[in-house]
């Protein structure tokens, strides 16, 4: 008993020392960032946090052993107004909350967009016409298709589709849009064969219909496809909705909000409604889209309980994962429509800056469960 115990104690300081040594290394990373958006936004640097709160803060975070660095909540809250001492740091929440909601050895299997139609079923997803999973190819009802049929096969499809790795198109990496008829296969105009489109995705990626979303959206930017970014969390066994925005594309490209490129993020209530301004990656604050001159203020997205309903009945599929942030469209019709789960790295910060802290009331009992032990 003694041994597996002093085993079990060993295994406990490994862990807790490989995770300071992130956490070390992480907040070096972050604390550059942020730095980085500091330099490109005066704007913040004209807020400052009252002694009383930035105390509260330090505070807050000491019982768990942590030392913060206190310039993201006074990002968010030069932002947003909402001042409030449970903002959740990038660092801590990579290093010792997600870790601890989600399975990370697994999530590779959930993310794969070729086994959404599989995995949830009954579930509004865009049309596939073509799937390589491990190299081979298939159709949208995995029906296989011998490699020297695949550009006649991708003929017989007419219009505009949207090619993206099935596993990793986070930021929009390799996202490219695919136009096809009878006679040839294009890559934003350019004629191309399906070995130039190989050399782009190697495997393990999708072509899909490119889907025709709804007006509201389309008014404020038309070119790409915008997106609901839709948070979930269960505890006790309930599934909540914590936070949501919409992401918005900008010039001229068929891409929503990147960090890489361009775009922009805006609030949502728990009714639907945009907040009235949205925000790019530098925390600069719009109150119109620049490229169509649209407010967002007053603009209601369609059915929004209906989404909530979408993804907390979807997330009850995971029941690996704790915490899952939704990437949903609203199609024509106004039904949501499920384009890509996110598991791991989920990004917070485009949150907080709308809504304040991540997780709200339930913050307390949340860190009190994952970070009682780091």
């Known amino acids: 008993m003694s041994n597996n115990y002093?085993?079990?104690?060993?295994?406990?300081k490994y862990f807790w020392f490989r995770n300071r040594l992130k956490y070390i290394h992480l907040k070096s990373?972050?604390?550059?960032e942020m730095g980085n958006i500091?330099?490109?936004?005066?704007?913040?640097?004209?807020?400052?946090?009252?002694?009383?709160?930035?105390?509260?803060?330090?505070?807050?975070?000491?019982?768990?052993?942590?030392?913060?660095?206190t310039r993201w909540q006074q990002a968010y809250i030069s932002v947003n107004g909402i001042e409030d001492h449970r903002y959740i740091p990038e660092d801590i929440f990579y290093v010792f909350i997600e870790p601890n909601l989600n399975r990370k050895d697994l999530y590779h299997a959930y993310v794969d967009k070729n086994n959404y139609d599989r995995l949830f079923t009954g579930c509004k997803?865009?049309?596939?016409?073509?799937?390589?999973?491990?190299?081979?190819?298939?159709?949208?009802?995995y029906e296989h298709i011998k490699y020297p049929d695949i550009n006649d096969f991708l003929r017989k499809y007419?219009?505009?589709?949207?090619?993206?790795?099935?596993?990793?198109?986070?930021?929009?990496?390799?996202?490219?849009?695919?136009?096809?008829?009878?006679?040839?296969?294009c890559i934003d105009g350019k004629c191309v064969t399906f070995e130039n489109i190989e050399k782009i995705i190697p495997r393990d990626f999708l072509v899909q219909e490119f889907l025709d979303q709804h007006s509201i959206l389309?008014?404020?930017?038309?070119?790409?496809?915008?997106?609901?970014?839709?948070?979930?969390?269960?505890?006790?066994?309930?599934?909540?909705?914590?936070?949501?925005?919409?992401?918005?594309?900008?010039?001229?490209?068929?891409?929503?909000?990147?960090?890489?490129?361009s775009g922009f993020h805006c609030g949502l209530n728990n009714n639907g409604m945009l907040n009235k301004f949205a925000v790019d990656k530098y925390f600069k604050k719009y109150y119109k889209h620049p490229y169509t001159g649209v407010s967002f203020e007053n603009i209601q997205i369609p059915q929004f309980s209906s989404v909530l309903d979408f993804v907390k009945n979807l997330h009850r599929y995971l029941l690996y994962f704790d915490m899952v942030s939704w990437d949903i469209a609203i199609d024509k019709n106004g039904a949501p429509v499920l384009i890509e789960l996110n598991l791991i790295n989920q990004g917070i910060s485009f949150l907080q800056i709308h809504h304040g802290p991540l997780f709200g009331d339930l913050t307390e009992k949340l860190l009190e469960e994952n970070l009682i032990a780091t």
């Open 6 to 12: 002093s085993r079990q104690n060993l295994k406990q």
């Open 29 to 32: 990373l972050k604390r550059k």
């Open 38 to 69: 500091y330099a490109n936004n005066s704007f913040l640097n004209g807020y400052k946090l009252n002694a009383d709160l930035e105390h509260k803060i330090k505070l807050f975070w000491k019982k768990f052993g942590l030392n913060v660095d």
């Open 125 to 141: 997803i865009p049309r596939t016409i073509l799937r390589n999973m491990s190299g081979k190819y298939y159709d949208g009802n």
């Open 158 to 185: 007419t219009g505009d589709y949207i090619l993206k790795p099935s596993i990793d198109s986070s930021r929009a990496k390799n996202v490219t849009k695919l136009q096809c008829d009878s006679q040839k296969i």
């Open 218 to 261: 389309k008014n404020i930017y038309p070119h790409s496809l915008n997106t609901l970014r839709v948070v979930t969390l269960r505890m006790d066994n309930d599934i909540h909705t914590l936070q949501s925005i919409v992401k918005f594309g900008d010039n001229s490209e068929y891409v929503d909000y990147t960090v890489d490129k």
